[in-house]
């Protein structure tokens, strides 16, 4: 009987889902923790600079994919079908719990606590907001930073007092540069882009985590009215008795 | 039963427009990675795509014999193209040459912009119509979701029932049968160029049997017109690839045919939809590729055939700018032009199980009349969901609520006589919730009603032996049953006007102006700063030149904006309509919830009938 309380229960907490299947409002979901707009204390301050890009696109790269796999798995995940919101029905998969970990708005634990997998979209967009900070301010103390000998095109045995030559000086910060302005130029629209494929299944995730957990209860419910067919099929009528009950065997 | 068909009908409206985008570019990174390349290309002036190049060269080689070399050195303003080559040309003169230089550029731009434009438009269909896709392997898909919450509860023998279209299951295939096969597609596949693939996938889009004219008369094959035969702009739209046909007769060949195959057997107009192992899929065939199979009981099999998709639409076939190399003509001249996009053809839209069943498929007036209950349903039968609004049904023999629908598969009479719960008759059907509700109310119905198992014993010899039975004529108690309340799934307003005119005002708004018609009348007035200068002519001037900017900016933003607002709205639409037609289910598992809590509070005898009890 618990089982079949259990299943109407989650049931009838899915009728009333139902009723809530528009999308998430989502809009203020980073409040006033944005991140200042600077490298300093997010992950891209300890990288080396020619490494960034191959960094942001594999991470954003895989936390999408991850995010795809969720969506095609949606049957076979864990759903915490009669949770009172829908972001908290699907926890966060891993790649994206590490990236929001390093962004600022989810840095604290309660903040990391709630982090559901509808995010994805948010802190892919707080994360390319935060790479093309990190890659503005680098562009605007460009010369101080290509000074500091990255990149490994001056020895760091060299004696700080050594300097560059202006050529080499010059050919790295136009490359440093180059680079800058190509990241700049790609990564917003490329995720943009790459949001925009995915809108439909994105907005309609909630629908479809709600649809999942209809999906069950159904099942669920197809199981109660399974028994009670089974318990008329005992029924006196059936089974062409005037008494359910089974008198006791005769003594011989 | 209509509102079965009608929740599959709005999904239908998204895959009619939907199947024509099915050809796609395949993602060779993943996604992100795939689109990141795209734009990076895109942005990269310096990167031609082939076509482009050998078209711009063959536009000009029959009078200056100009090559790929040529317009790439162009592209880079570079004059090589201008000097004698040996045996290929005489000397142009320099207004000869810049106007053959600009003429290169403006080619290459122009079919470049086409080509991105008709990416961006394929992708912009995927971000609206992925979620509802009703093939296997895509993200989500919706539709087969309802399908299936719709079989677990349907009521009858095969799966999901409507009155017009097929009904639909889904099996998962073994992959011993089925992995030969696909290993020949997926080997077959990769040995195509990218620009093949895309052309593959949309010719085979509808299935193989449907363009071999095999599902004829019910679906037959499209008919190539005359501005899409070789040469064309649209060459490849009827074009047949072979290595790819075989395989996936091969791949039809090796499914199970056999209504037999099928339990329960398959019948009537029952469609299988069949799932390929994700596994298998993903050693045979290349990451974005997908394939999808149909078999259903018809001996013809007007419904059954196989064919391909793509898991994400990134990329489409573009218009044809140079011959087909393998055609019977083939050489290097180009093609100057053609009429574009191609036509859909009649029917293959519908062709599709799933979208059959859309409002778009069927005749308007069975359309635009929803609740229209089919001639001949006897009107005392109950039905679980109905169109009848809040009505009371009352039939003499009690509530029968299946009395009307073929529940069950099969009823083996122990005395040849009798129903489903008759002592010694076995009745089989298939375990939904609407046929265990119809076995238990038949069988309810004539335990607590025509047979009195309590035992007739009054406690007084005035008591009546069966209380429940009516003193006067009149309605017998537990015969009245009223059926769920009912709002037919209605479609939701579609005013494009009215979200033009949205967009229009967006547009005002940037420039801080109340709407206007046309919207271009709300450019910012270049001149308001002559009444308002600056300190300084330099300032003025300089503000001049950046309100300019604002404005286009704003602008070229909004207008990027524009298809995630379109999916936007469509979503709007898309929950709306979900929201309407799921309250007849949310109201159902409300009442079945009141209805089986209720149960909990009955106190059962702890000994029940052992099995054995009718050969005792």
Redesign the interface.
């Known amino acids: 009987?618990n089982k079949?309380?259990a299943g109407?229960g989650l049931?009838?907490t899915?009728?009333l889902l139902?009723?809530s299947?528009?999308?998430q409002d989502r809009g203020g979901f980073l409040g006033d923790r944005l991140a200042p707009c600077t490298a300093q204390g997010l992950a891209f301050a300890d990288l080396p600079f020619k490494d960034w890009p191959a960094t942001y696109?594999s991470t954003?790269?895989q936390v999408?994919?991850v995010h795809?796999e969720t969506?095609?798995d949606?049957g076979r995940k864990r759903l915490d079908c009669t949770a009172a919101d829908t972001l908290i029905a699907l926890p966060a998969s891993f790649p994206l719990q590490l990236l929001a970990a390093t962004l600022p708005p989810w840095e604290a634990q309660e903040q990391a606590a709630t982090l559901s997998e509808l995010h994805a979209a948010v802190v892919l967009k707080e994360y390319v907001r935060v790479y093309e900070c990190a890659n503005l301010e680098r562009r605007e103390s460009l010369a101080v930073r290509v000074n500091e000998r990255e990149n490994g095109t001056v020895s760091s045995d060299a004696p700080a007092s050594a300097g560059w030559e202006r050529g080499p000086f010059q050919k790295e910060e136009d490359l440093q540069l180059a680079q800058i302005d190509?990241e700049l130029?790609?990564a917003r629209?490329?995720?943009e882009?790459?949001l925009?494929?995915?809108?439909?299944?994105d907005?309609?995730?909630p629908?479809?985590i709600e649809?999942?957990c209809?999906?069950r209860?159904?099942?669920n419910?197809?199981n109660?009215?399974?028994l009670?067919?089974d318990?008329?099929?005992?029924?006196?009528?059936?089974?062409?008795?005037?008494?359910?009950?089974?008198l006791p065997p005769l003594n011989p | 039963m209509k509102m079965r068909v009608s929740l599959t009908a709005f999904f239908c409206a998204f895959l009619m427009a939907g199947a024509a985008a099915q050809a796609q570019a395949p993602a060779a990174e993943g996604l992100y990675e795939t689109i990141r390349v795209q734009v990076e290309k895109e942005l990269n002036v310096e990167e031609i795509d082939t076509a482009v190049t050998d078209f711009a060269a063959g536009f000009y080689y029959e009078k200056w014999k100009t090559d790929r070399v040529d317009v790439l050195a162009a592209m880079q303003g570079d004059r090589v193209l201008c000097m004698k080559k040996e045996g290929r040309r005489v000397e142009m003169d320099r207004v000869t040459c810049d106007e053959v230089m600009k003429g290169i550029r403006t080619i290459v731009s122009e079919e470049g912009r086409v080509r991105t434009l008709a990416r961006d438009l394929v992708q912009m269909i995927a971000g609206q119509e992925l979620a509802t896709s009703d093939l296997f392997g895509h993200p989500l898909s919706l539709p087969l979701d309802e399908a299936a919450i719709l079989n677990v509860w349907k009521t009858g023998k095969g799966g999901l029932v409507t009155e017009d279209g097929p009904t639909l299951r889904t099996r998962m295939l073994s992959a011993d049968v089925i992995s030969g096969p696909l290993e020949q597609l997926g080997g077959a596949f990769t040995a195509l160029s990218v620009d093949e693939q895309l052309a593959v996938v949309r010719r085979y889009r509808h299935g193989l049997r449907l363009i071999q004219n095999l599902r004829a008369p019910d679906f037959p094959a499209p008919v190539p017109d005359a501005q899409s035969g070789e040469g064309t702009e649209r060459q490849y739209e009827f074009r047949d690839w072979p290595a790819i046909a075989d395989a996936l007769t091969a791949l039809w060949d090796a499914l199970p045919q056999n209504p037999n195959d099928y339990d329960p057997p398959l019948s009537g107009r029952d469609v299988v939809l069949l799932e390929f192992p994700a596994t298998l899929l993903d050693q045979a065939l290349p990451k974005n590729l997908l394939v999808w199979a149909h078999v259903d009981a018809d001996p013809a099999h007007p419904f059954g055939d196989t064919g391909l998709a793509f898991r994400m639409p990134l990329d489409t076939v573009a218009p044809s700018l140079m011959r087909d190399p393998a055609g019977a003509n083939a050489g290097a001249s180009i093609i100057r032009g053609g009429r574009n996009p191609p036509p859909v053809p009649d029917g293959v839209l519908c062709s599709h199980p799933l979208a059959t069943r859309g409002f778009l498929c069927r005749d308007s007036a069975d359309a635009g009349d929803a609740c229209d209950e089919p001639a001949g349903r006897d009107p005392d039968a109950i039905v679980l969901v109905t169109c009848e609004k809040g009505e009371a049904h009352e039939s003499v023999s009690g509530p029968d609520v299946c009395r009307g629908a073929a529940w069950y598969d099969s009823l083996e009479k122990l005395t040849g006589t009798g129903g489903a719960c008759t002592p010694g008759n076995t009745v089989r059907f298939r375990n939904t919730i609407g046929n265990n509700m119809c076995y238990i109310g038949t069988c309810a119905l004539s335990l607590f009603q025509l047979q009195e198992t309590a035992g007739r014993s009054p406690f007084l010899p005035s008591d009546s032996g069966s209380p429940w039975f009516p003193v006067t004529p009149g309605r017998i108690p537990g015969t009245i049953v009223v059926a769920s309340p009912d709002s037919p799934p209605v479609l939701p307003v579609y005013n494009p006007a009215q979200l033009l005119s949205a967009f229009d005002a967006s547009l005002c708004a940037l420039a801080g102006l109340p709407p206007r018609t046309p919207p271009v009348r709300c450019l910012t007035d270049e001149s308001r700063r002559l009444s308002l200068p600056l300190q300084e002519y330099a300032s003025t001037m300089a503000h001049f030149l950046q309100q300019e900017n604002a404005v286009t900016q704003g602008f070229a933003a909004t207008e990027d904006l524009a298809p995630a607002a379109g999916r936007e709205e469509g979503i709007v639409l898309f929950t709306d309509y979900l929201r309407r037609s799921m309250q007849q289910l949310s109201v159902m598992i409300t009442s079945a919830t009141d209805l089986l809590s209720q149960m909990k509070s009955i106190p059962l005898p702890t000994e029940m009938c052992p099995m054995n009890s009718l050969a005792q």
Do not use: Y
């Not at chain 1, 925009?196 to 299944?201: E, N, P």
């Open positions: 009987m079949f309380s109407i049931t009838f899915c009728a139902l009723t299947c528009t999308p696109h954003v790269n999408i994919e795809l969506m095609q949606l190509r130029a790609i629209p490329a995720l882009r790459t925009d494929v995915l809108g439909s299944t907005q309609l995730l629908v479809a649809t999942e209809i999906k209860a159904s099942l419910l197809r109660v009215t399974g009670l067919s318990v008329l099929s005992c029924s006196a009528k059936t089974v062409g008795k005037t008494s359910l009950r089974d």
